[in-house]
Each structure stands twice: as C-alpha cells, then as structure tokens.
C-alpha cells in the first residue's frame, strides 16, 4: 500500500511542477501591443455588454435635463430607475415581459418622447443603446427622447387646463376638481408647483388673445381697448413659460375674429375641453407645471412607451435619496 501512495505522489509533483513551468513560461512570454490591445478591447466590449444588458433589462441611470421637474428633480441630478417595475422591456420601443405595465397614479416616471417616433427608427435605436451602455455618460442624440414626469390621470379620468392649473375629473365622478385640493384630499403629493401668479394671467391671456386677432388680420385700431389695457398691465421683465395657456388664449382669439373658421373653432375646442385619458393610458405632467413639455401639448401616452419608475438620486451626494413621498 506504501508503495502504492508513493507512485501516487510521484506523479502528482510531477504534474505540478509540469504546470509550474507552464505557468512560469506563459508569464514570461512577451506580450505585443497588438495582443495587449485586444485584450483591453475585449475588457471593454464585455464590461459595455454588460452594462448594456444591465441597462436594457434591470435598471438605467437617467441625468434630468430639463428644469420641468423642478423642485422635485433639478437639471443635473442623476436618478436610478427601476426598468422592472412595469414590465422588463426586450429592446427599446420592443414589448414588455413579466408585468402588466399598469401605473399607479402620482408616480415619478421615465418614458420615450411620443413626439420622437416619426424619426429614422435605426438611427433612433442605436442613439438609445449607446447612451444605455455608457450609463447616460454619453447622449449622441440632442433632443429630449427621454422624459421625466410625474403620472397625473389614469384611465377614465378628464383633465383640462385653466389659468395653469389642472382640473381633474376621475374616473367615476362627475365634476372636476382643482388639482391642488384633488391631492390633498386623497393624499398625494403636494409638489407640483406654480412659479406664474394667477393673477398674472388676466394680462398673459389678453397678450394671446390680441395675438391670435392680429393673426386673423385684425388691425391695431380695432383690437379691443379692454384687452389692450390688460396687456399694456403686464410686466416686460417677466419670463414667460406656460405656452399652453398662450396657445389656448390664440386660439380664442382667432375665434373671436372668424367665428366661421372651423379649423379656429376645433383648436380652442380641443383646449377647451381637455384631455380624456383612455385605457392603456396615463397623463403625465411635469411638476413645474409653468414651464414643462409634458401632456398638456402630446397628450396621453400608452403603457408600451414607458420605461420605468424613478427610485432615488443617486447625484449629487447631497440630494441623494429616495424620491417616493416627494
């Protein structure tokens, strides 16, 4: 048996020391620059992968670029984002697995620009997969593609617009209900905020209504002399933001002008009226509400357009932290 443990142990260190001497004779082989950038290549095509994959499927880093969020989100923060709160999605605009998709309401969330959809689709796709496999470093496309809002209405629920506030009718009941006290009453977020007066807005309308008359051709002798004064009342230093109240007032005023003109007619109609959300659909609305690209101009936006669910900033260490009760 002796014998039999001692030719075992022979062959052992001789095949360790075989290794050894492989091990030493590969170490001391010298390695080429053309082998030497290959493998750096290889580290970085895997780690971009990887990255990617991470992106793609489980969460993306997202930095906010617009002040439409503000104070909630400023220009600048970097946020996590959840990609598996809704659904994982299989490749950008691609469908959803394992998830229903379904947004709750008042949630802060990440979804493709519906107005960036009549864009070459290829171009578009590999913009979206670089700026995913750089963690948002590198963004090659300068438009906003990409926006952050919060979720206003659900399905069944109507939402117009008046003097920047929103009025909400939910689903089920039959009167609307100023936004503020709507939260309030049922608990939600407070942050959606006003930076324009509303008292500011009696000259703000009168200033899109003569716009929309001057359109129409109406000449400056016959604008009305009550809507002059509330525009010759308003302030020259003041930095106007709410586009969607200027555009409803145009509109108005194009009517006023040509109480024929249909097309007139339909616009302000549309403004007038609000936006119903259908099923399959959210509103979403940016908290600055005076000054925010958001549903107000494209409307509601269906499940297969949202990303994912905003979880904390992560940058600037001193804003950094969840974003849920803000």
């Known amino acids: 048996m002796t014998g039999f443990f001692d030719k075992v142990q022979a062959i052992t260190e ?72 809704y659904g994982i999605e299989l490749f950008p605009y691609g469908p959803k697995i394992f998830g229903s998709g379904e947004v709750d309401r008042d949630e802060i969330i990440t979804f493709y620009n519906p107005e960036d959809a009549d864009r070459n689709p290829i171009i578009s796709i590999l913009t979206k997969v670089i700026y995913m496999g750089t963690l948002g470093f590198v963004n090659l496309d300068k438009s906003e593609w990409l926006l952050v809002k919060r979720t206003a209405a659900l399905a069944g629920d109507t939402v117009t617009f008046k003097n920047g506030d929103a009025y909400i009718k939910a689903s089920g009941t039959g009167e609307y209900v100023k936004e503020a006290d709507f939260r309030k009453d049922n608990g939600y977020s407070t942050a959606p905020n006003r930076l324009i007066e509303e008292d500011t807005y009696k000259a703000y309308n009168a200033m899109g209504i003569l716009d929309g008359l001057s359109k129409k051709g109406v000449s400056a002798n016959n604008m009305p002399s009550s809507l002059v004064s509330d525009y010759q009342s308003l302030d020259r230093n003041a930095y106007f933001t709410d586009y969607y109240g200027y555009n409803q007032a145009g509109f108005l005023g194009e009517r006023m002008a040509d109480p024929t003109d249909s097309q007139a007619r339909s616009s302000w109609t549309k403004y007038n009226v609000g936006s119903y959300v259908p099923e399959g659909y959210i509103l979403p609305l940016g908290d600055n509400r005076d000054n925010s690209s958001d549903g107000r101009y494209f409307g509601p936006i269906p499940y297969k357009l949202i990303i994912g669910r905003v979880q904390s900033i992560v940058w600037p260490l001193s804003r950094a932290g969840s974003v849920n009760g803000l």
């Open 14 to 85: 001789k095949r360790l020391t075989l290794r050894k001497a492989k091990k030493a004779a590969k170490k001391a082989k010298k390695k080429t620059f053309k082998s030497e950038l290959l493998d750096w290549l290889d580290a970085i095509v895997f780690a971009v992968v990887v990255v990617f994959l991470l992106n793609q499927f489980i969460f993306q880093m997202f930095v906010i670029p617009s002040p439409s969020m503000q104070k909630t989100l400023m220009v600048g923060d970097r946020v996590w984002v959840s990609k598996m709160a």
